[in-house]
């Protein structure tokens, strides 16, 4: 079981980028799935999370109403949005997922390591 997140790239300050964090050998549906990143030389830093039921999705203060998070269980896939990014969104951004079925609750935490089933992470990087 793995996620593999994609999209990632350079982009312009006031650009956006969406991500998407596959899911491989394993069914998304009934994971909670949570979004984080991590600067260089700072500590990992929840974004968002999106419930399995629902779903419900809530954000870090950091992020909320720039950053959109969605899931498609028949793709097998969620997504990040990202809109009005500004170099202080440099990092490398990765996903997580947890064992939570029929659970509409969700909770930013920036605790990566409780996460059973975690990602490689993609660059985003803004600058002109």
């Known amino acids: 079981s793995q996620l593999v997140e994609s999209g990632g790239g350079l982009v312009q300050p006031g650009g956006s980028l969406r991500l998407s964090c596959a899911a491989s050998?394993?069914?998304?549906?009934?994971?909670?799935i949570n979004w984080f990143r991590q600067a260089p030389g700072k500590e990992r830093e929840g974004l968002s999370c999106?419930?399995?039921?629902?779903?419900?999705?809530k954000y870090a203060d950091s992020v909320k109403g720039r950053f959109t998070t969605s899931r498609d269980n028949i793709k097998n896939t969620v997504y990040l949005q990202i809109n009005g990014l500004k170099p202080e969104d440099t990092a490398v951004y990765f996903c997580?997922?947890?064992?939570?079925?029929?659970?509409?609750?969700?909770?930013?935490?920036?605790?990566?390591?409780?996460?059973?089933?975690r990602g490689q992470g993609t660059q985003v990087t803004v600058s002109s």
């Open positions: 999106i419930s399995d039921d629902g779903p419900t999705t």
């Open positions: 997580a997922a947890d064992w939570t079925p029929f659970t509409r609750f969700c909770a930013v935490v920036d605790d990566w390591g409780r996460y059973p089933i």
């Open positions: 050998g394993f069914t998304l549906g009934g994971h909670t």
